[in-house]
Nanobody, 111 residues
Framework: QVQLVESGGGLVQPGGSLRLSCVVSGSIFSIAGLAWYRQAPGKQRELVAAITSGGFTTYTDPVKGRFTISRDNAKNTGYLQMNSLKPEDTGVYYC?????WGQGTQVTVSS
């Protein structure tokens, strides 16, 4: 059974940074991609960034140049480095690997 555990969320002021982590177990992590999604209050869950098994990355336009997705296959962990955070980045962030989701971590950007 594949399990994902996110961490690293919190409250940060506009312009600040956070690094989210997603630890994956029960899977050969290196052979599949990983994605980060977010869900703002009252909105649908949306794809933020994704990375393939080979390291190819894609980003939704609003986060390009500010967020960086990465992975460490030796640690079965994916990361989302978020810089220059804006209030509109607020939401619950989820990681996804294969068809499994983590429980989510709250990110709040507010002064």
């Amino acid at each position: 059974q594949v399990q994902l555990v996110e961490s690293g969320g919190g409250l940060v002021q506009p312009g600040g940074s956070l690094r989210l982590s997603c630890v994956v177990s029960g899977s050969i992590f290196s052979i599949a991609g990983l994605a980060w999604y977010r869900q703002a209050p009252g909105k649908q869950r949306e794809l933020v960034a994704a990375i393939t098994s080979g390291g190819f990355t894609t980003y939704t336009d609003p986060v390009k140049g500010r967020f960086t997705i990465s992975r460490d296959n030796a640690k079965n962990t994916g990361y989302l480095q978020m810089n220059s955070l804006k209030p509109e980045d607020t939401g619950v962030y989820y990681c996804k690997h294969l068809s499994s989701w983590g429980q989510g971590t709250q990110v709040t950007v507010s002064s």
